[in-house]
């Protein structure tokens, strides 16, 4: 078994899901971890320096100056150079792919994005769908290590803390040779919860009807602590903002309870959805590919169906 590194992610003073799927990552493919992690908070680190890592390293983030492709790449590439690493691992994210791409190009080594599972082997064997879901490839890198590979959110059972804790390393990148920098992030929307940390999703197709109809969703999140989710149709058409759009060209996720309204199920909406613990699907068309994957399908009319829904969770709750 090798080395690798993990490039982590935090929000705030917590630390990513993600974070603690790529480290079961690292323990599937390693027996030693280093860690990478750009972050203001004290806390997130702490919480970095638990996961079981033999060294963390903080890529802290200037006054005004929170990211650069460039200047992050040089770095970790730094950082690669010193701890030999047979893999770098980081999450299929935003952030992640734009600087496993960077660093593949700056340190000229090979490059996987999307992996969904890993069969052990020498080499390993790495899995990931093609042509939205359609097939799936199974895939082996060539030729001396390191390797880059980016993992898909909401696939790998995250790790628990290990207790231990392990001293952080502070690193300033160097921002002179940045094209561009992010200097800010704007939350889209108090409260709401990302889809990928949510445990209960609903979701809606072009089967509620219409674009108001969303707002029946938003009122069963607000009242149940839900997330809302939604299929590509309705985002094309623009009901709702692509930020809440699931499956292959959105988000992946893998909540507790994912309620599908009016979806009817395309595969490339299965592909990002239909890991999820328990699925309710509610559809008025009996036949909808949505109820093969259903662990409970109702036939009727969202419209009213959720609303009942509601009204009996929250006498549930009393």
């Given at each position: 078994m090798a080395k690798t590194l993990v490039y982590l992610e935090a929000k705030g003073d917590e630390l990513k899901k993600i974070s603690r799927e790529m480290m079961t990552v690292a323990r599937m493919l390693g027996d030693s971890a280093a860690g990478v992690i750009s972050t203001g908070s004290d806390a997130a680190l702490a919480s970095a320096g638990k996961l079981g890592l033999k060294k963390l390293a903080n890529l802290a983030p200037e006054n005004g100056k929170l990211y650069a492709a460039e200047a992050f790449a040089a770095e970790l590439a730094k950082l690669v150079e010193a701890e030999a690493p047979a893999y770098i691992i980081f999450g299929q994210t935003n952030l992640g792919r734009d600087l496993?791409?960077?660093?593949?190009?700056?340190?000229?080594?090979?490059?996987?994005?999307?992996?969904?599972?890993?069969?052990?082997?020498?080499?390993?064997?790495?899995?990931?769908?093609?042509?939205?879901?359609?097939?799936?490839?199974?895939?082996?890198?060539?030729g001396e290590p390191p390797h880059i590979l980016t993992i898909r959110p909401n696939i790998f059972s995250p790790s628990d803390a290990t207790g231990a804790e392990v001293a952080t390393e502070t690193v300033q990148p160097d921002?002179?040779?940045?094209?561009?920098?992010?200097?800010?992030?704007?939350?889209?929307?108090?409260?709401?919860?990302?889809?990928?940390?949510?445990?209960?999703?609903?979701?809606?197709?072009?089967?509620?009807?219409?674009?108001?109809?969303?707002?029946?969703?938003?009122?069963?999140?607000?009242?149940?602590?839900?997330?809302?989710?939604?299929?590509?149709?309705?985002?094309?058409?623009?009901?709702?903002?692509h930020a809440h759009q699931v499956g292959q060209t959105g988000k992946t996720v893998?909540?507790?309870?994912?309620?599908?309204?009016?979806?009817?199920?395309?595969?490339?909406?299965?592909?990002?959805?239909?890991?999820?613990?328990?699925?309710?699907?509610?559809?008025?068309?009996?036949?909808?590919?949505?109820?093969?994957?259903?662990?409970?399908?109702?036939v009727g009319d969202c419209k009213e169906v959720v609303p009942l829904l509601l009204e009996e969770i929250l006498k549930s709750r009393g």
């Open positions: 496993a791409a960077r660093l593949a190009a700056t340190t000229g080594v090979g490059y996987m994005s999307d992996v969904t599972a890993i069969e052990p082997g020498e080499p390993p064997t790495f899995v990931k769908p093609l042509y939205a879901g359609k097939i799936i490839g199974k895939f082996r890198f060539k921002y002179t040779s940045a094209r561009s920098v992010l200097t800010s992030i704007a939350e889209k929307a108090a409260g709401m919860i990302d889809l990928r940390e949510a445990t209960v999703i609903i979701s809606g197709g072009r089967g509620i009807g219409e674009a108001a109809n969303f707002q029946m969703l938003f009122d069963f999140a607000e009242k149940t602590g839900a997330a809302v989710g939604a299929s590509r149709a309705v985002v094309d058409e623009g009901w709702i903002e893998n909540p507790t309870l994912y309620i599908a309204c009016g979806i009817s199920g395309a595969i490339q909406h299965l592909a990002g959805m239909q890991t999820s613990k328990c699925i309710v699907a509610i559809n008025t068309n009996e036949s909808a590919p949505i109820f093969k994957v259903a662990d409970y399908g109702i």
